[in-house]
């Protein structure tokens, strides 16, 4: 059974920090790129940091390109998300996703958390 689980959410002032994992189990995690996503209420999920397998190569949108960090820990299989310069609009439920891609035949494993939730008081 694959699980996902973050943990690291809470409430934190504006211009604050907060760091969140996820730990996965029921997968082998080096060969699954990680990401995280939000979903603000009234909002669509949004992708907010993807880091590659290897823990190489990591993405990331302009609105948190310079405070968010995603990082892996494949020894641990978990991975981060150092949220620094917290913002009131950062406020959302966090998602941890995994994300498999076989070439053949095509197939996608897809897996996701359970979430948790990021305040942040302005």
């Known amino acids: 059974q694959v699980r996902l689980v973050e943990s690291g959410g809470g409430l934190v002032q504006s211009g604050g920090s907060l760091r969140l994992s996820c730990t996965a189990s029921g997968i082998t995690f080096s060969t699954y790129a990680m990401s995280w996503y939000r979903q603000a209420p009234g909002k669509q999920r949004e992708l907010v940091a993807t880091?590659?397998?290897?823990?190489?190569?990591?993405n990331s949108p302009d609105s948190v390109k310079g405070r968010f960090t995603i990082s892996r820990d494949n020894a641990k299989n978990t991975a981060y998300l150092q949220m620094n310069s917290l913002k009131a609009e950062d406020t959302a439920v966090y998602y941890c996703?995994?994300?498999?891609?076989?070439?053949?035949?095509?197939?996608?494993?897809?897996?996701w958390g359970q979430g948790t939730q990021v305040t942040v008081s302005s």
């Open positions: 880091i590659s397998s290897t823990g190489d190569t990591t």
């Open positions: 996703n995994a994300r498999r891609l076989v070439p053949m035949p095509p197939w996608t494993y897809d897996y």
